[in-house]
């Protein structure tokens, strides 16, 4: 149905390309994918800050956009929210954010000094998604849009499309907790199909490169930090626990994890270099920062609205995207 030409992060490689939006209103419009180009949907991760994109992908539900796109990659929270968007139900999906009991049972730092993890993937995905706030896992496996949750090989350290290992409902969500994964902070790697990965943070935290290699031509990128905002150093503690833990228990990720201070900037640069056959969306300037642990509900709001917002601003003024 689409082309699987790769694209090269150079503007001259494919001269004078169709931009993002205009393929985005150009399927809209015709109701169909078959325009010759591979339209990616690609969804930065971050763990709470990953509430942004959340209320970007319940915008591009609202706007009718849900079935433009020919795959979907995320990371992390950004592989949960594709796939809400891949069920249908990304609007209902959302209120999970803002639910204070939920919130406080998923992020709980008092747990670590207990020897127990600060995220609680489990209940998340097995409890959250598969009942208090439920999933449609057939309509994802079933949907015409692939689905793509990146991890992090711990072997290798390299990221992995975890779309050949999804069969079923079981093999589904045990991708999204292992996309989700972090060292430590979510307890040990997650078991796929014999191979064990930690959260694809970890090597790709914008999957743009993954959506490229297997034949993306344009991709909408839905971003979770504001333009320009660089990622703090990690705390000193972080780095002598969280490196010897990974150093002890997974080599490659430990070498990932090593070089996660230049990742963003390779990332951007990469971004930079599609010019435009990608679409970024942030979130505004003015938008308050998000710590990846964050449990407060009040700020978790008005995040998800302000994502939510963003994407409205950028694609909902167009007549033919209504």
């Known amino acids: 149905m689409t082309s699987s030409a790769h694209i090269e992060p150079d503007s001259a490689a494919t001269p004078d390309p169709v931009p993002v939006a205009e393929v985005i209103r150009g399927r809209q419009a015709a109701g169909h994918r078959d325009d010759g180009h591979r339209l990616a949907l690609v969804i930065e991760g971050g763990g709470s800050r990953g509430v942004y994109s959340s209320g970007m992908v319940q915008a591009l539900e609202e706007l009718g956009l849900s079935t433009v796109f020919d795959a979907v990659y995320g990371t992390s929270a950004g592989a949960i929210n594709g796939a809400w968007l891949l069920c249908g139900r990304a609007a209902s ?7 204070r009991t939920i919130m406080r049972r998923v992020v709980d730092p008092v747990r670590i000094v207990r020897g127990r993890p600060v995220f609680d993937l489990h209940y998340l995905v097995h409890r959250v998604y598969d009942g208090i706030e439920p999933m449609d896992f057939p309509a994802i496996l079933a949907n015409p849009t692939s689905f793509h949750p ?14 050949p290992y999804i069969v079923d409902k079981p093999t589904l969500l045990t991708a999204l907790r292992a996309s989700a994964g972090l060292p430590l902070l979510a307890g040990p790697p997650v078991e796929l ?11 790709e935290t914008v999957p743009i490169r993954s959506a490229v290699s297997a034949g993306a031509t344009h991709a909408l990128v839905l971003r979770t930090r504001r333009t320009g905002e660089l990622r703090p150093p990690a705390p000193l503690v972080h780095r002598v626990v969280g490196g010897g833990y990974l150093r002890a228990v997974a080599p490659g990720a430990f070498r990932a994890w090593s070089a996660r201070p230049g990742q963003q900037a390779v990332e951007d640069t990469y971004l930079a270099g599609l010019g435009d056959r990608v679409l970024q969306v942030h979130p505004p300037a003015d938008a308050p920062p998000v710590d990846s642990a964050a449990r407060d509900t009040t700020l978790l709001t008005q995040a998800l609205d302000l994502g939510r917002a963003a994407v409205h601003a950028l694609l909902g003024d167009r007549p033919s995207l209504a």
């Open 193 to 203: 199909a014999g191979r064990s990965y930690f959260d694809g943070g970890l090597s």
């Open 150 to 163: 990146i991890a992090t090989d711990t072997r290798t350290g390299q990221p992995v499309d975890l779309a």
């Open 93 to 99: 999906g959302m209120r999970s954010w803002t639910d």
